[in-house]
């Protein structure tokens, strides 16, 4: 995977042609609905069962890859991101290339939802540099479901990323990838054995503690988590201090969830140390709106990142 190169026009096209046919964007998830809820599953295309690992490869088209996984919480009133996000998609992948924040940037979408209650508790993509990522974004099944438990499985997501993703960054460059994980609550208190044997198929016995998952997942990744202002989680100190006390300033409020592309395109900028701040929010302002690049601004500024930029 990783081949090719993305094309607005196409992109664009695609997005008017399903527009002027009534065909929804998320066609997977509109097909499942059609389905008894026994049949739902996810689509092969994301269906982490049995994977070996997901590929981030350089190419002749791209000899500098690096991986930038997106993996959204698909429960309740949080499948409205993936739909902004896929909205967006030209103007993600433009902020990368064009403002050079990444030379060649393969973008994998996953979805994640609760192991204990859902049909579908994760979906995990591939790496795509061209209008395939457009294409794994829409095949993903906006479940909606969760728990009702204030915990979804995001320790299931971590644990295949630290243990099922292979990539050239970092195997030739020892170079981290990129993981946004977006969602609005506190992962399990255990990663159960029997969820990852199911799920993804690992030969697992005991339960692992998430702590050390992400620790272990820390090693390779960048890790970030978005909380978007969709439930009314968005203020609950315990979510702030869970993740906070795992991600440290990597953990980031969002109070426009439209504005999610920017914040993953301006974070990403920020870490190359090819922009400060200031520089990325004119960035955002040539491309996007105000609205959007004041509400990246404020999360950004609220971890303490201004200071991070070229030397």
Not at 72 to 100: A, E, N, Y
Not at 104 to 124: C, E, M, N, T, Y
Request: proline content about 4%.
């Amino acid at each position: 995977m990783g081949y090719g190169r993305w094309d607005d026009d196409t992109y664009k096209a695609a997005r008017t042609f399903r527009a002027a046919q009534g065909i929804d964007d998320f066609g997977y998830t509109a097909d499942m609905r059609h389905q008894p809820r026994e049949e739902w599953r996810a689509d092969p295309l994301l269906d982490p069962y049995r994977v070996t690992a997901r590929e981030c490869r350089d190419s002749a088209d791209h000899a500098d890859s690096t991986p930038i996984a997106v993996l959204f919480d698909v429960t309740g009133s949080m499948g409205r991101v993936p739909r902004i996000m896929q909205g967006k998609l030209g103007r993600l992948h433009g902020l990368l290339r064009h403002k050079g924040y990444l030379a060649d940037p393969q973008i994998l979408f996953g979805g994640i939802g609760d192991a204990d209650s859902d049909r579908v508790p994760l979906q995990i993509g591939q790496f795509e540099s061209d209008n395939r990522m457009d294409e794994q974004l829409r095949a993903m099944f906006l479940e909606g479901g969760g728990g009702g438990q204030k915990s979804e499985s995001y320790e299931l997501a971590a644990y295949f990323m630290a243990r099922h993703v292979a990539t050239d960054a970092w195997e030739k460059r020892r170079r981290k990838g990129y993981l946004f994980l977006i969602g609005d609550e506190l992962n399990k208190h255990r990663l159960e054995a029997r969820h990852i044997r199911r799920v993804i198929g690992d030969a697992v016995e005991p339960d692992i503690d998430p702590r050390s998952v992400y620790r272990e997942l820390a090693t390779r990744w960048h890790v970030y988590y978005i909380l978007p202002r969709q439930s009314s989680y968005y203020d609950d100190p315990e979510i702030a201090e869970h993740w906070r006390d795992l991600l440290g300033q990597n953990f980031m409020r969002l109070d426009d969830p439209g504005a999610v592309c920017e914040l993953i395109a301006t974070t990403i900028g920020l870490e190359e140390q090819v922009v400060d701040l200031d520089q990325a929010l004119v960035d955002l302002a040539e491309v996007g709106s105000k609205a959007e690049s004041k509400a990246v601004g404020r999360a950004l500024a609220a971890g303490g990142r201004r200071a991070i930029g070229p030397a």
